[in-house]
T-cell receptor, first 113, second 112 residues
Framework: AQSVSQHNHHVILSEAASLELGCNYS??????LFWYVQYPGQHLQLLLK??????LVKGIKGFEAEFIKSKFSFNLRKPSVQWSDTAEYFC???????????FGKGTSLLVTP | DSGVTQTPKHLITATGQRVTLRCSPR?????VYWYQQSLDQGLQFLIQ???????AKGNILERFSAQQFPDLHSELNLSSLELGDSALYFC???????????FGPGTRLTVT
């Protein structure tokens, strides 16, 4: 069955630390990959997306992600986090056979001052 | 602000009741998706409509139904509500199938 795994459920970092959140998927064929962020009490916002082309994708707020096809991974990175990055981060995948998003369980990030 | 609107923001109702959640997609978007977010199940896809027609179904219970109207707004109907239906219900829209989805602010449903 198709699935999306996010390895870290809770991450605590100090401000200015580097961030990497893991995401792996099990899908056959061509996939589209997304990272969404949900700030406390708010809706999901699209951070970045990958459809094709350069596997290193840059998104908003200084985030980037790298698609590694051989590892079925799409990890999210940020070189230096800020307190305002405290949020829940969701990796999502769909494919061209159906466009509904399949979400990982999410990673809760707490950035401490 | 994503441009997707949902009403109401909060809904408290009793078991056995029926409610309707409403979603207006971004201007120009033809596709509407409904998702349920709960603590135990995470974010789960319920159903998708494209230009008025049902396109895909996910983990949607038979007690739940949806439709998309000619003006492209969508309604999710939840009936015979149970305590376990308490969740955040998100609507998302996209231009078409293979494009990024933009999410609305959600409707928090509490069933007592």
């Amino acid at each position: 069955a198709q699935s999306v795994s996010q390895h870290n459920h809770h991450v605590i970092l100090s401000e200015a630390a580097s961030l990497e959140l893991g995401c792996n998927y099990s899908y056959g064929g061509t996939v589209n990959l997304f990272w969404y962020v949900q700030y406390p009490g708010q809706h999901l916002q699209l951070l970045l997306k990958y459809f094709s082309g350069d596997p290193l994708v840059k998104g908003i707020k200084g985030f980037e992600a790298e698609f590694i096809k051989s590892k079925f991974s799409f990890n999210l990175r940020k070189p230096s986090v800020q307190w305002s990055d405290t949020a829940e981060y969701f990796c999502a995948v769909n494919d061209n056979s159906g466009y509904a998003l399949n979400f990982g369980k999410g990673t809760s990030l707490l950035v401490t001052p | 602000d994503s441009g997707v609107t949902q009403t109401p923001k909060h809904l408290i109702t009793a078991t056995g009741q029926r409610v309707t959640l409403r979603c207006s997609p971004r201007s120009g978007d033809l596709s509407v998706y409904w998702y349920q977010q709960s603590l135990d199940q995470g974010l789960q896809f319920l159903i998708q409509y494209y230009n008025g027609e049902e396109r895909a179904k996910g983990n949607i219970l038979e007690r739940f139904s949806a439709q998309q109207f000619p003006d492209l707004h969508s309604e999710l109907n939840l009936s015979s509500l149970e305590l376990g239906d308490s969740a955040l219900y998100f609507c998302a829209s996209s231009v078409a199938g293979n494009y990024e989805q933009y999410f609305g602010p959600g409707t928090r449903l509490t069933v007592t």
